[in-house]
């Protein structure tokens, strides 16, 4: 598909699996060196840092491939809607309007043809 844009080297779960090693490590490190409590203090919110960045990833993630498939349900709508004028239709607006309105962008009863 033209405008797709190479696929995420992030793997979630192997940053999961390196942040939870991490903190292992840090919890072992802190145990044995309780005299730097701030110094893990802070290390450990840095770990916290990564997976809420994680998540925030994800979210986005899931957000970019909504707006595409948008975008090529628009695109095609709009290519009917063409196509539709072409042929002499009786209401060639009728693919786009149907899609803006099941996307959320037209109300439901809006430039109802007759």
């Not at 939870?20 to 490590?25: K, L, P, S, V």
């Not at 309780?34 to 960045?53: E, F, S, V």
């Not at 994680?54 to 707006?67: D, G, I, M, T």
């Amino acid at each position: 598909m033209p405008g797709t844009p190479p696929s995420s080297r992030l793997d979630p779960q192997e940053v999961r699996n390196r942040n939870r090693a991490a903190r292992e490590i840090v919890a072992a490190l802190a145990e044995a060196l309780p005299g730097i409590g701030d110094l893990w203090l802070r290390i450990h919110a840095a770990l916290t840092d990564t997976l809420t960045l994680l998540s925030q990833v994800n979210r986005l993630a899931a957000e970019v491939v909504k707006a595409r498939r948008d975008r090529a349900n628009l695109a095609a709508a709009a290519r009917a809607s063409l196509l539709a004028d072409r042929d002499a239709e009786p209401d060639p607006l009728y693919y786009l309007r149907d899609e803006l309105r099941a996307q959320g962008q037209l109300p439901p009863d809006w430039w109802r043809r007759s």
